[in-house]
C-alpha cells in the first residue's frame, strides 16, 4: 500500500497516456482539452491587417451549387477552414452554431472543408448544426490559407482581414460579438 501511496502522480501519469494512446479515447479527450483552453479569438491591429487580393475564388455548396467568393464582396464574412475529424475543429464548432444563430443575417458564414458533401451532411444532421458548408473548387485568395485546421479568417466589408486564428477559439464570446457588431456598423 505504501508504494501506491508514494507513486500516485506516477500511475494518473500512466492512466493519461494509455487513455491518449487509444483511439477510442483520444479524440474526446482532444476535444474536451481544446474547449477547456479555447478564448476568444484575438483582433489584428488597424495598421497590421492586410487585405485579401481579390475576391476571386470558387466555392461549392452542399447541394452542388458553384458560389462565387465575389458575391460576399463588400460584406463581413467569416471563412473558417476546417474539418470533420479534426479535434479542434469539432471543440470550436458549437460556439460557431450559437454564433450563427444570431449572425445569420448580419454576417456572411463560410465554413470549407476538403471532405466530401456527404461527409460533412453526416456530421452537421448528427451534431444538430446549421452551419453552411462549402467545398474549394479554386484556391483561395491570398493571404488565406487553410493549410492548418482550423482556420479562421474575419474580413471586414472593405476586404481587410481583421481575424486571423489559427487553431479553436471561443467565437460566441462577448468581445468577440462587440467585434463583428462594430464591422456590420461600418
Known sequence: MKIFKNQWSNIIIIVIILAMIIPQTRKPIQI?????????????????????ADYNWVLENNRGKRVEFSQFENEVVIVNFWAT?????????????ELYEDYQDKVS???????????????????????PSYKMLTKAPEPM??????????????????????????????????????????
Open 32 to 52: 474536451f482539452v481544446n474547449k477547456v483552453i479555447s478564448f476568444a479569438p484575438s483582433v489584428n491591429d488597424e495598421e497590421d491587417r492586410v487585405k485579401i
Open 85 to 97: 475529424w479534426c479535434p479542434p475543429c469539432i471543440a470550436e464548432m458549437p460556439s460557431f452554431q
Open 109 to 131: 458564414f463560410l465554413f470549407v472543408s476538403g471532405e466530401q458533401h456527404e461527409t460533412i451532411e453526416n456530421y452537421m444532421k448528427r451534431k444538430r448544426f446549421t452551419l
Open 145 to 186: 490559407d487553410g493549410r492548418t485546421l482550423p482556420t479562421t479568417y474575419v474580413i471586414s466589408k472593405d476586404g481587410s482581414i481583421v481575424v486571423d486564428k489559427v487553431g479553436a477559439a471561443d467565437w460566441n464570446s462577448e468581445g468577440f460579438r462587440e467585434t463583428l457588431d462594430e464591422l456590420i456598423a461600418e
